[in-house]
């Protein structure tokens, strides 16, 4: 069996994986193709020597910045994209529940890392450009705040063909984006007159590929992602220093305040903070404490259908992303954020 030491050894198994060659993937020990999965992860950190190991240990291969993680006794593999300081892309092969759980539980309990929560304009971006086309989307609002009893939720998945398209359609999900936060989007690119790449894009960072032909054009694509992201990052870094004013999140739909409350002062869900309630009225909340992703200290006011979170210092500007997007497929529908009257992570 051949060991995958070298960048070029990976692009060579994801390439007899899109071209489901058996006799390339054999050579590789693997006996069938699974769906090539992509993460864009937020570090605080330079290299992932710094965080504990969510298989076995790193180790460089022949690329400045790339890393595999393998798990030997399992022959599991992940490949780790780090030539970006803050924004990094964890490559896996596992079946998608496996590869989906490991990614979790290294994030979410690892201080430091974070997803990248991609906001809606970053889930469009490629409607911007020649070849690609929107083939489907996913809208979620999962009621996360309420208990359990009394808890509703709602999602919808459309994926739509070029030649079979359901008449209104459109008019139904221009409907619903209104209201609703996106959860996935799936795109096609057309090149010479076939599919190139067709992939599905997460709000959690996510990157699922369903068909592709050419190793390069994929991963140039999820890597123009990952730079856009870091671009937000520095942009939002920037306008915080300058101005020290806060990040607003406005929402479609209004805020629960109890709800909210009772679990942010717990420290529970995605949302990842643990704070203080230290003013309360009928319409309006006022929060201290921390984000749990770098323990910063943050300031939170709440309104009818606004957040207004302050991160002071030097603290990790990821935790508005974070808020707007899982705030708003929890329970307030679609987001924007801004800072100082600009359009952050758009």
Not at 119 to 144: V, Y
Not at 268 to 275: A, C, D, I, K
Request: include cysteine.
């Amino acid at each position: 069996m051949r060991p995958v030491h070298s960048l070029r050894d990976l692009k060579e198994l994801l390439q007899a994986g899109f071209e489901n060659n058996e006799e390339s993937l054999e050579a590789f020990g693997k006996t069938y193709s699974t769906q090539l999965k992509a993460y864009l992860i937020e570090s605080n950190r330079p290299n992932p020597g710094y965080f504990k190991s969510p298989l076995g240990t790193w180790e460089k291969i022949d690329s400045a910045g790339w890393y595999l993680n393998q798990d030997y006794e399992l022959s599991n593999t992940l490949f780790l994209d780090c030539t970006r300081d803050r924004v990094w892309i964890l490559y896996s092969l596992l079946d998608a529940a496996e590869s989906d759980s490991i990614v979790e539980k290294w994030v979410r309990g690892t201080n430091g890392l974070d997803s990248c929560w991609l906001s809606r304009g970053q889930l469009l971006h490629w409607e911007k450009f020649n070849g690609w086309s929107r083939r489907g989307i996913g809208l979620r609002f999962s009621d996360g705040l309420s208990p359990e009893e009394s808890a509703g939720n709602f999602s919808l998945k459309a994926w739509h063909g070029a030649n079979r398209y359901v008449e209104g359609l459109d008019e139904i999900l221009n409907m619903a984006q209104d209201k609703f936060a996106i959860h996935s989007v799936r795109f096609q690119k057309r090149s010479g007159g076939s599919i190139s790449i067709s992939a599905e894009w997460y709000s959690n960072g996510k990157i699922t590929v369903n068909r592709a032909t050419d190793v390069d054009e994929v991963l140039i694509s999820i890597a123009e992602m990952a730079n856009r992201y870091a671009d937000s990052l520095k942009e939002a870094t920037d306008l915080r220093d300058k101005t020290l004013a806060a990040f607003e999140i406005d929402f479609s739909q209004s805020i629960p305040m109890d709800e909210f409350s009772r679990t942010v002062v717990k420290g529970q869900g995605n949302m990842n903070l643990w704070l203080v309630e230290v003013e309360a009225e009928p319409d309006f909340r006022r929060f201290k404490g921390i984000d749990l992703h770098t323990w910063d200290r943050v300031l939170l006011d709440v309104g009818p259908n606004y957040v207004y979170l302050t991160i002071p210092g030097s603290g990790c500007v990821n935790g508005a992303p974070r808020l707007a997007v899982v705030q708003g497929e929890d329970n307030s529908g679609k987001a924007s954020i801004y800072h100082d009257g600009v359009e952050v992570f758009a």
